[in-house]
Antibody, heavy 119, light 107 residues
Framework: QIQLVQSGPELKKPGESVKISCKAS????????MHWVKQAPGKGLKWMGW????????TYADDFKGRFVFSLEASASTANLQISNLKNEDTATYFC????????????WGQGTLVTVSS | DIQMTQSPASLSASLEEIVTITCQAS??????LAWYQQKPGKSPQLLIY???SLADGVPSRFSGSRSGTQYSLKISRLQVEDIGIYYCQQASSAPLTFGSGTKLEIK
């Protein structure tokens, strides 16, 4: 069965960096894009962008250009999200989500990783 | 960017009642729309894709419809396990955008 398992919660200080992982299983990793979605506490869902798991090319939504990096460890069927120079407003749960047969809706999601940024 | 205007923001309904949530797209997105349910502390769950298709394992009391650029999610007989927050999402063009959510409670 298809699973996306994310790394655990993180507590960071402003200015630090964090790397979140999303390990996929149950399907051929390089056949489907991986997307990232942010959910601030008590707020809605915001699409951050996606990474082509075959070529490794990332695409970022405008609000996530600059400090956010999507990367892969394809041999480990893992997608990563790195956020640098963390700000208080980066406090959120971050989800990875697998594209659904070349359509950009998501039947499979990771469990979410809570990143808390606090001094 | 395509805006998805979702209403109502919150909804309280009785068990077995019919519930309808709507999303208005700011431009034509065809059938490129999905609906999700999210329970507290959990990941969103896909309910409807392609505006009207029921996702695997989703009870048949959920249904989706489209009229032009207005999309609706209907729950035909509300059950206790249906409480949560519902989101629409357009998949027509990047950036993908979600509605602001509808919090559904039992009266």
């Amino acid at each position: 069965q298809i699973q996306l398992v994310q790394s655990g919660p993180e507590l960071k200080k402003p200015g630090e960096s964090v790397k979140i992982s999303c390990k996929a299983s149950g399907y051929t990793f390089t056949d489907y894009a991986m997307h990232w979605v942010k959910q601030a506490p008590g707020k809605g869902l915001k699409w951050m962008g996606w990474i082509n798991t075959y070529t490794g090319k990332p695409t970022y939504a405008d609000d996530f250009k600059g400090r956010f990096v999507f990367s892969l460890e394809a041999s480990a069927s893992t997608a990563n999200l790195q956020i640098s120079n963390l700000k208080n407003e980066d406090t959120a749960t971050y989800f990875c989500a697998k594209e659904d047969n070349n359509y950009d809706w998501f039947a499979y999601w990771g469990q979410g990783t809570l990143v808390t940024v606090s001094s | 960017d395509i805006q998805m205007t979702q209403s109502p923001a919150s909804l309280s309904a009785s068990l077995e009642e019919i519930v309808t949530i709507t999303c208005q797209a700011s431009q034509d997105i065809g059938n490129w729309l999905a609906w999700y349910q999210q329970k507290p502390g959990k990941s969103p769950q896909l309910l409807i894709y392609g505006a009207t298709s029921l996702a695997d394992g989703v009870p048949s009391r959920f249904s989706g419809s489209r009229s032009g650029t207005q999309y609706s999610l209907k729950i035909s007989r509300l059950q206790v396990e249906d409480i949560g927050i519902y989101y629409c999402q357009q998949a027509s063009s990047a950036p993908l955008t979600f509605g602001s959510g509808t919090k559904l409670e039992i009266k």
